[in-house]
C-alpha cells in the first residue's frame, strides 16, 4: 500500500503541471570574443587547449626508468612511510631488484643486519 502524500498547502496545483512552461533566462549572455576580451584584460590565463593542426613529434624516451611494481602476498600489511632522499630510495629498491626482494623484505634483512653489528659491539 503506498502512504498519501503530505499535504503541503498547494491543494490540487500540485496535480496538473500541463500548464508549465520553461522560460529562458532572462539574463543575455555576452559573445564569446567578448568575453575573452574581457578576460585578458583582467588577467585570466585561457587554459583550452589548442588545436594543432599536425601532430608534433613523439614524445621522448622517459629519462628516468619506470618503476617497476612489487606486489605479493607474503603476510605483511603493516604499512610504514618515512622521509628520505631520492638517492636512499633509489640505492634501497636497486638492492631489492638486484636480489628480487621485495622492498618490506629487503627491509627486514637490513633490520637484522643492522641488529647483528649492534650485538657485537
Known amino acids: 500500500m503506498i502512504k498519501p ?22 539574463i543575455a549572455r555576452p559573445p564569446k570574443t567578448e568575453t575573452a576580451r574581457a578576460a585578458q584584460a583582467a588577467g585570466f590565463q585561457n587554459r583550452e587547449p589548442l588545436a594543432s593542426p599536425q601532430p608534433g613529434p613523439p614524445p621522448p624516451a622517459p629519462s628516468k626508468p ?3 611494481q612489487r606486489r605479493r602476498r607474503t603476510g605483511r600489511n603493516v604499512q610504514f612511510n618515512i622521509k628520505t632522499t631520492p638517492e636512499t630510495i633509489a640505492a634501497f629498491c636497486a638492492i631489492a631488484d638486484a636480489n628480487g626482494w621485495g622492498l618490506g623484505e629487503t627491509l627486514e634483512r637490513a633490520t637484522a643486519l643492522l641488529q647483528r653489528e649492534q650485538s657485537k659491539g
Open 5 to 26: 502524500r503530505a499535504d503541503l498547502g498547494f491543494g490540487a496545483a500540485l496535480d496538473d503541471l500541463g500548464g508549465f512552461e520553461f522560460k529562458a533566462s532572462p
Open 66 to 68: 619506470v618503476a617497476t
